[in-house]
C-alpha cells in the first residue's frame, strides 16, 4: 500500500487504518461521531495527501483544459479555482477535480486519489501542441482544515488575512513557515481551508496546526468523517456515486456543464441527453424504518424496481440513516415514499430533495 508523508503521525495518533484505493489511510482516531460533530461545530484537520496533483503549462495550457473539462475554465483568474467533471467521448465521468489557475498559462489539476495514474494518461494524451502536464503527486501534502474554527487556527500560521480570501479562491503565501497554497475549499459543506505544499514538511505543518488549534477543539478527523460530513451536504463521492457510466447530467451536476464554452470532450453526447433527456437521477433519501442503506442496495416503488443506492451511512448531525441512489426520474419528488431492499427484507425510505443538513 502507498503511504502519505504523514503515515507515523496517524499511527502515533492511534488511528485505526485501512487500505483506500491502494493507500492506507485512517478511517478514524477516536469515532467517526465525535469527529465528525468536531468538524460541524469546532474545526477538524485531515491528512489528504494521497489526492493526485497535475501541472499542466504551456502556450495552450487553457485551451488543453477547456478541450478536457465541462465547466469553463476562461472565466477564470489566477488565484481562482473551478470545479468541474472529466468526460470521455460517451459523456462518462472519468473523474471529478478542481482546477487551480496558477498563472496565464500554468494550471494545477487536483483529482481523486485512485484516479491519479488514469487521468494523467488521459490529460497527457489530449493536450494541445507546446502544452505539458507533470505529475506532482509526490512532490505534494495537502490537509485539509474544516470547521467553523478553522479560520481562527489557521490565522494564527499565516500573514493572509483570511477574512478576505472568498470561496474557491486560493493565495500563494506561507502557513507555519512553510510555502503553500492556500485553497479557501473543502468537501464538508464547513467554513474550511486546503493546504498543498512540500512533502517533504507535512510533519512540521500539521504539528503546527494542531498546536494551533489546542484553544479550539481541533481534532483529527479520518475518511468515516470524511464521507459522513460529504454525505450530509449531498457531495458525489467518486468511485460510490459516478463513475464513467454516468454523465453529469443525470449525476445531478449539470450545473458545471457549460455547453456554450465551445467544444469539450463528450459534449455532443451530453447535448444529445439533454435534449432527449435520459431516464435516471441521482437523488438523496432518508431511511423511516430501520437500517442502512449500502452502496448497490436495490430501491422500489410499489413492488417496482426504479433504482440503486450509491451511498448510505448514518447521519450524526441529523441522528438518522441518508443516502443517495440514481432513480427513475419520473418518481423523484421531495417527500415521495420508496422502499430499499436491505439483505432480505424492505426498508421504508422518503426522497429528500436538496442538501440533507
Known sequence: MKKTPLNETHKKLGAKMIDFGGWEMPVE????IEEHKAVREKCGIFDVSHMGEIIVSGKKAEDSIQRLITNDAAKLSRGEILYTPMCNEEGGIIDDLLVYKLEDNKFMLVVNASNTEKDYKWISSHLLEETAAENKSEDYALIALQGPESRNILQK????NLAELKYYKFEIS??????AIISRTGYTGELGYELYFSALKAEKVWDSLMEAGENYGLKPAGLGARNTLRLEKKMNLYGNDMTEKNHPLEAGLGWTV?????????????????ENG?????????????????????????????????SGSYSPTLEENIGL????????EDGREIEIKVRN???KAEIVEGAFV
Request: charged share 35%.
Open 29 to 32: 482516531y477516536s469515532s467517526i
Open 278 to 310: 435520459y431516464p435516471n437521477k441521482l437523488a438523496g433519501f432518508k431511511i423511516t424504518g430501520r437500517g442502512i442503506a449500502r452502496h448497490g442496495y436495490e430501491v422500489y416503488d410499489k413492488g417496482k424496481k426504479i433504482g440503486v443506492v450509491t
Open 345 to 347: 427484507r424492505f426498508v
Open 157 to 160: 500560521l499565516t500573514n493572509i
Open 258 to 274: 457549460k455547453l456554450d464554452k465551445g467544444d469539450f470532450i463528450g459534449r455532443e453526447k451530453i447535448k444529445k441527453y439533454k
Open 174 to 179: 506561507e502557513a507555519a513557515e512553510v510555502d
Open 325 to 332: 441512489a440514481y432513480l427513475d426520474k419520473t418518481i423523484i
